[in-house]
């Protein structure tokens, strides 16, 4: 399927809907494993640092899975009346052209999804080093392995790759029982109570980390081509897993409280495994590490296995990235998207998590004339300064993608929706707010690290002149020989 001008080939009418490796129960595995994967085991302390009472704190929980359902039917209807896998490369191309679908697919590759996968294997390396007892030092050798394997696992074919995330997310979900069950058995009568001002920015940039603690149920779109039975099971899968993600995590930031209390939970940096020490012993806390561990991983392998069917269908439709677009007749898989995935991953956690990493980006900012990165401010961590790096290309795409919602209800008005987000307009108006307000307030946290992405995601206008050129050059030969 290639792109033809500034529209995509056409796909509803010869994909088979009753077809796909990938069912119902798949597609929420996925769902699930991508979105508890880091923050609520990394991030609740800093959270509620950021708003004065933990009922605020509760609060923006559901808020916040409100309005990722609200997206979710949005994503719902695009899905179902786009089945192509790919995701949000296929609407933006339909709605604005083939340069709008390929700076995406680039920023995915360069910087918004390899930084999230980065970002989640820091999760994976803390707690890693927890359990086999190493220092700090050592966690990007855990992340490096952790990305590694897991590519190198997807690159045996989709099943494999199925498979591995269903075990892996009912292990997170026996973790998440465990850790619920502790903090509701918990003595502590003090749970509640505020003995300390708020310490941080405030309720905007809690809001903001609760909103990418909920990130990742939009990646199930990249996937839809492989789903069977799409039109019914998408809007399904986003909503059964959403739904079951939002009382999960106000239970487990519930039992936090209960286990820690609120100052106590402030000032944790493993909530998970201190809210189990705290209740059972520090041997508990140790397990709950493992499990934490395990549940990343489960992250990791969904990210894996459905970001790289993106980077897929960008080398499907563009000359420059053909060889992304190479599919293994023997796996079933994307291979080549896949190793260029990991690559680039393994090169960012080298680069943010190591010390040598972190003095040769600020030797390249002095260099340019530009202020050196305050390293400090995301803790000196990995997964700090990975998130707020791709979060403000992140929420840019995510806002352009609601306006492509209006843009192709009218454009291709009269195409078939098997499925359509209740409440028009109200739905797709309330989750471009929703993205406004995280791409400034993503923008604002991760403001000096902006020079640091703003050469790779530049670097994409130049690529697409070159493939286009390379696309014509190409399409002329074929001409030629045809005569």
Not at 443 to 457: K, Q, S
Request: with cysteine; charged share 15%.
């Amino acid at each position: 399927m290639v792109a033809k001008g500034n529209k995509l080939s056409d796909d509803f009418a010869t994909d088979n809907d009753e077809s796909g490796p990938l069912s119902l129960w798949d597609a929420v595995s996925l769902i699930i494993g991508i979105v508890i994967g880091s923050t609520i085991y990394k991030t609740p302390g800093f959270i509620f640092s950021n708003v004065s009472d933990p009922w605020t704190g509760l609060a923006l929980w559901v808020l916040c899975g409100v309005l990722s359902l609200v997206g979710a039917l949005c994503y719902a209807e695009l899905a179902t009346t786009y089945p192509r896998s790919g995701g949000e490369y296929n609407y933006l191309t339909r709605a604005f052209g083939a340069w709008a679908g390929f700076l995406f697919g680039w920023a995915q590759l360069a910087i918004i999804q390899t930084g999230s996968i980065g970002a989640l294997s820091y999760v994976f390396a803390d707690y890693a080093t927890d359990v086999f007892r190493t220092s700090k030092d050592s966690a990007f050798w855990f992340a490096v392995l952790a990305v590694t394997g897991l590519t190198l696992l997807n690159m045996l074919g989709v099943h494999a790759g199925r498979h591995t995330q269903k075990v892996l997310v009912l292990a997170k979900l026996l973790g998440l029982l465990v850790l619920i069950a502790a903090g509701m058995a918990s003595p502590s009568a003090s749970s509640f109570e505020v003995t300390k001002p708020m310490n941080g920015p405030g309720w905007s940039l809690a809001m903001i980390l609760v909103l990418y603690a909920y990130g990742g149920w939009n990646d199930a779109a990249f996937v839809t081509a492989e789903v069977r039975n799409r039109s019914r099971n998408i809007p399904r899968a986003l909503l059964f897993g959403l739904g079951a993600i939002t009382v999960v995590y106000v239970l487990i930031n519930f039992a936090y409280l209960r286990a820690l209390g609120f100052e106590g939970l402030r000032a944790s940096s493993r909530p998970a495994a201190d809210a189990l020490s705290a209740t059972f012993g520090e041997h508990a806390g140790h397990a709950m590490s493992l499990l934490v561990m395990i549940s990343a991983l489960g992250g990791l392998n969904g990210l894996i296995l459905a970001v790289s069917r993106v980077h897929a269908a960008v080398g499907a439709d563009h000359a420059l990235f053909a060889w992304l677009g190479r599919w293994s007749p023997r796996t079933k898989t994307p291979i080549w998207s896949l190793l260029a995935q990991g690559v680039i991953t393994v090169v960012m956690i080298v680069a943010v998590g190591t010390e040598s990493g972190r003095e040769a980006i600020d030797k390249i900012f002095r260099g340019c004339g530009v202020r050196a990165v305050p390293w400090d401010r995301y803790f000196n961590s990995g997964f700090e300064t990975l998130y707020a790096a791709s979060a403000p290309i992140f929420w840019l795409f995510f806002l352009a993608t609601g306006i492509a919602y209006f843009v192709l209800r009218v454009v291709d008005r009269d195409r078939p929706r098997p499925f359509t987000a209740p409440w028009f307009p109200l739905c797709p108006v309330l989750f471009c707010g929703t993205c406004l307000f995280g791409l400034y307030s993503a923008v604002n946290y991760g403001a000096p690290l902006l020079p640091l992405i703003a050469g790779p995601f530049a670097m994409g206008i130049p690529l697409y002149a070159g493939s286009r050129w390379l696309g014509n050059v190409s399409h002329t030969r074929r001409q030629q020989e045809l005569r």
